[in-house]
């Protein structure tokens, strides 16, 4: 058993306990021991069982992480996780769960781990992987700025609900994550069979890819190919769900802001010229 090999567990769940230790002695609040402890070791777990190669560990990651934050956070603490909830959290000026949220896992986190909350622990994702189409059969089509439109009806809304003092906003916020979630997951696997891949919606509709593409850019975690090794066969893009360059170095490489750390290509590379 070689030790390095569970290096990258050991440190990721390292990093959630100090997150979780800071928060609970900061903010006095021991709800932030069991939730970042909670997440750093499903995390953890499931890229231990990933280092077993069993075959849907990044799977049971994701529904670990991501069930807990729908169901748990979301309906029963009514904790509105969306975009619209980080925004409402913001103009309250409250530093609560969606807010630290965001912060953590989509603004600096990706500083660390890239779209790592995109491979293993979106809870929209975790339905979308589902689906039949695991890599895509065309070219990626020409309809990213949807995401744009998403991201400042989001902020507009939420805007508006302050600007016009529109009473029962908590009610609303927790209507507005339901109903936004049903939308989420109605367009996401619609657009998925439309066009013929299963992360269709995360390429063009999500808004929050607004914070972790530019974020993710400067990540330290990255697909990294050893260029002596590679024979340029190109089966590494074939797998590549998000469309990435996989085989080059660059962070400018072709969709290097894609990458959700799946994995794939890594296992496909017939020279193990690829890396973490
Ligand atoms: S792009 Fe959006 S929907 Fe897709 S995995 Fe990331 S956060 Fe989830
Ligand atoms: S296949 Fe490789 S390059 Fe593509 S998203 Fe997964 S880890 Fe990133
Ligand atoms: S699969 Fe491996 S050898 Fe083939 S192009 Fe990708 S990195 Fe190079």
Known sequence: MKINRYLPPLVMWLVFE??????????????YLFNFSYIGTAIAAGLVLYEQKKKYARNAVQFAVGLYMLVYLGFLCRENMQIEGFWYYLFLGVFEAATIHYVIAKILGPLLFGRGWCGYACWTAMVLDLLPFKAPSAPRKRWGKIRYFVFGASLIFVSLLFILHVPNKGEIMWWSFIIGNILYYGVGIAIAYKCKDNRAFCKYICPITLFLKPMSYFSIFHIQVD???CISCGKCEKV???NVEVPSNSRKKKNATECILCMKCVEECPKNALKL
Do not use: D, H
């Open 227 to 229: 260029e002596e090794k």
């Open 240 to 242: 590549c769900p998000m």
């Open 18 to 31: 100090t997150i979780a230790l800071t928060l609970w002695l900061t903010l006095n609040n021991i709800f």
